[in-house]
Nanobody
């Protein structure tokens, strides 16, 4: 059984920061898979925010480049998303994702709300 548990969401003012964490557990070797963050705003499709490969290569959505940073700690099976200079349009449910050639797992999501 694989579980992804997100934490760190909440309410923040525009310009503020949040750090999301996703702790993975289960009987797979997470260090070899791509780990990432997606988000889904009300009425919109789920979209990729950022992802990081086993080797540390990263990929970001254009809308978050320069503001968000993804990192992983393979020893802890954890992926992080540091979000700075948050904007109201960043408001969404953020989901952790782990994927490989034949597997894909999702977390339950954590709400991020950017509002004054």
């Amino acid at each position: 059984q694989v579980q992804l548990v997100e934490s760190g969401g909440g309410l923040v003012q525009p310009g503020g920061s949040l750090r999301l964490s996703c702790a993975a557990s289960g009987s797979i070797m997470f260090s070899i898979y791509v780990m990432g963050w997606y988000r889904q705003a009300p009425g919109k499709q789920r979209e990729l925010v950022a992802e990081i490969t086993s080797g540390g290569s990263t990929n970001y959505a254009d809308s978050v480049k320069g503001r968000f940073t993804i990192a992983r700690d393979n020893a802890k099976n954890t992926v992080y998303l540091q979000m700075n200079s948050l904007k109201p349009e960043d408001t969404a449910v953020y989901y952790c994702n782990v994927r490989g050639v034949a597997i894909e797992y999702w977390g339950q999501g954590t709400q991020v709300t950017v509002s004054s």
